[in-house]
């Protein structure tokens, strides 16, 4: 048996503000978007694979979500780092840097941490 991994998701205080910071950090754009009763999930993406991150947000939950000690996260592998880091770092979001292993973290407006690799060559 095979499992292929599509999704992961994320709910979100701000859909709007979540978005915006999603395709500035990441260029992950909307894909698809389902509006339900009390409750919208927006799928973001972009060209490099087909795995998407689910963004929902609750009419009822208005305030960000309490993380525990955020002890997982989502990781994206880039060619430039040096530019992506330029970016994470004009825009603010960098939350944690480990320099011997070559990485760094960047939080999103709700809290989750995102993983910044260099791309293996």
Avoid at 5 to 30: C, P, R, T, W
Avoid at 87 to 104: F, S, T, V
Wanted: overall charge negative; hydrophobic content about 35%.
């Amino acid at each position: 048996m095979k499992f292929k991994m599509i999704h992961e998701n994320y709910n979100v205080a701000d859909l709007e503000v979540s978005l915006a910071f999603y395709e500035q950090a990441l260029g992950l754009k909307e894909k698809r978007r389902k509006n339900g009763d009390g409750f919208v999930i927006v799928f973001v993406g972009n060209e490099e694979s087909d795995f998407e991150l689910e963004l929902t947000w609750l009419e009822e939950h208005t305030e960000k979500y309490n993380l525990g000690e955020c002890e997982f996260h989502l990781a994206f592998a880039v060619k430039d780092y040096e530019a992506a880091h330029q970016l994470h770092e004009e825009m603010g979001c960098i939350c944690y840097e480990n320099p011997k292993m070559g990485i760094y973290f960047i939080e999103d407006p709700d809290g989750y941490w995102l993983e910044i690799v260099p791309e293996k060559k």
